[in-house]
């Protein structure tokens, strides 16, 4: 019996029956199918409740958690705050120091370390350690103890005593996105095909980071649907084949989900210059039309790992961050700028 059939059985159960479907009792085979589907969507829904880079960044922290614990001949199942302690002041603050003091010595950066203290508490719980530790059992997570939460809270007071700074993303410039663009642009001739496209993306996501002060996720999952009017319907009819808008007017981007919520927008302003979204996108859609790969739902996409060929699927923060550093590499302007120093000075522009 197939899912359709499953669906249109029950639905004729209740309705001869007239009774609550939770009260109905229903085949044992059916049951056992009804109950497998849900549990296999439920697991397909987890999966999307961490982003993948948070999956990884727990995942290389936990496998050098492992490995040490390991070389002590200790395991995940046995460790103790003890065991964090000296994990995480021995090993990991030792081989993590990159942040500089004001002395000119490097150590670790204090949200870096509670970060990784994070990361390692959830990896532990998933393992079945779970709860406070219990120092008369000995029973719980040992990253959730006095212990450890007392040094990590240590540590971020030293750091301070060193002359630890936090620094905040230095804002790029509107001179600057505006120069980076113009090399692109300048560039865009005497490219190949397929440079041509990765080029022709690469400005659009950039005019898009600048005009909408997104973040880099955030961006790069925009789609077609997303560009809207003020007053509501899609954007796009006036926007291709030819821009319909002039200088000075508006839009409104609003992007299937925002860092803790659904929903939320933007509004940008069109310039028609080419700090404006509007002045790739055209190109945009024409080039990528002529290579047989459309622009249909997702503005950029990234392309299937060793192939020219584009994955129907949004640009992830890391990915627009890596083209960015490369072509401000490429054109030598880079200081150490990241997709937030975009976001910090188009912020300040538009504020």
Same mark, same amino acid.
């Given at each position: 019996?197939?899912?359709?059939?499953?669906?249109?059985?029950?639905?004729?159960?209740?309705?001869?029956?007239?009774?609550?479907?939770?009260?109905?009792?229903?085949?044992?085979?059916?049951?056992?199918?009804?109950?497998?589907?849900?549990?296999?969507?439920?697991?397909?829904?987890?999966?999307?409740s961490v982003k993948q880079t948070t999956v990884k960044a727990?995942?290389?922290?936990s496998r050098e958690l492992m490995d040490w614990l390991h070389?002590?001949?200790?395991?995940?199942?046995?460790?103790?705050?003890?065991?964090?302690?000296?994990?995480?002041?021995?090993?990991?603050?030792?081989?993590?120091?990159?942040?500089?003091?004001?002395?000119?010595?490097?150590?670790?950066?204090?949200?870096?370390?509670?970060?990784?203290?994070?990361?390692?508490?959830?990896?532990?719980?998933?393992?079945?350690?779970?709860?406070?530790?219990?120092?008369?059992?000995?029973?719980?997570?040992?990253?959730?103890?006095?212990?450890?939460?007392?040094?990590?809270?240590?540590?971020?007071?030293?750091?301070?005593?060193?002359?630890?700074?936090? $620094?905040? &993303? %230095?804002? !790029?410039?509107?001179?600057?996105?505006?120069?980076?663009?113009?090399?692109?642009?300048?560039? *865009?001739? #005497?490219?190949?095909?397929?440079?041509?496209?990765?080029?022709?993306?690469?400005?659009?996501?950039?005019?898009?980071?600048?005009?909408?002060?997104?973040?880099?996720?955030?961006?790069?999952?925009?789609?077609?649907?997303?560009?809207?009017?003020?007053?509501?319907?899609?954007?796009?009819?006036?926007?291709?084949?030819?821009?319909?808008?002039?200088?000075?007017?508006?839009?409104?981007?609003?992007?299937?989900?925002?860092?803790?919520?659904?929903?939320?927008?933007?509004?940008?302003?069109?310039?028609?210059?080419?700090?404006?979204?509007?002045?790739?996108? $055209?190109? &945009? %859609?024409? !080039?990528?039309?002529?290579?047989?790969?459309?622009?249909?739902?997702?503005?950029?996409?990234? *392309?299937? #790992?060793?192939?020219?060929?584009?994955?129907?699927?949004?640009?992830t923060g890391n990915a627009i961050w890596a083209r960015l550093?490369?072509?401000?590499?490429?054109?030598?302007?880079?200081?150490?700028?990241?997709?937030?120093?975009?976001?910090?000075?188009?912020?300040?522009?538009?504020?």
């Open positions: 019996m197939d899912a359709a059939s499953i669906s249109q059985y029950y639905s004729q159960l209740c309705a001869t029956t007239h009774a609550a479907p939770a009260t109905t009792p229903l085949h044992p085979h059916i049951f056992s199918i009804v109950y497998q589907k849900g549990l296999q969507e439920a697991a397909s829904l987890e999966q999307q727990r995942s290389t922290v070389s002590m001949h200790r395991s995940m199942a046995t460790a103790t705050p003890e065991d964090m302690l000296v994990f995480l002041t021995q090993h990991w603050l030792p081989n993590h120091a990159g942040s500089p003091t004001l002395s000119g010595k490097l150590i670790a950066a204090p949200a870096s370390l509670a970060g990784a203290k994070s990361h390692l508490a959830k990896e532990l719980e998933l393992q079945g350690r779970v709860g406070d530790w219990d120092p008369a059992t000995p029973q719980g997570n040992p990253m959730h103890s006095t212990q450890v939460t007392d040094m990590i809270k240590g540590y971020h007071n030293k750091a301070a005593d060193l002359g630890y700074q936090k $620094k905040g &993303a %230095v804002p !790029l410039e509107e001179s600057e996105m505006l120069q980076l663009l113009e090399h692109m642009c300048s560039d *865009l001739s #005497k490219a190949s095909s397929s440079d041509q496209l990765l080029l022709i993306q690469d400005g659009l996501i950039f005019s898009l980071l600048w005009q909408s002060c997104f973040r880099g996720f955030n961006a790069g999952g925009v789609r077609l649907d997303n560009i809207v009017l003020p007053t509501g319907g899609s954007a796009i009819p006036y926007l291709l084949p030819h821009v319909a808008m002039k200088a000075g007017a508006k839009l409104h981007v609003v992007p299937d989900t925002t860092k803790n919520k659904k929903g939320g927008h933007c509004q940008i302003t069109l310039t028609c210059d080419l700090l404006c979204v509007t002045t790739w996108l $055209k190109p &945009a %859609v024409a !080039l990528y039309s002529a290579a047989g790969q459309p622009i249909t739902n997702f503005l950029t996409r990234p *392309l299937d #790992k060793g192939t020219k060929v584009f994955a129907e699927k949004p640009m550093v490369k072509h401000l590499k490429d054109y030598g302007m880079y200081t150490g700028q990241s997709v937030h120093n975009t976001r910090r000075g188009s912020m300040i522009k538009y504020d």
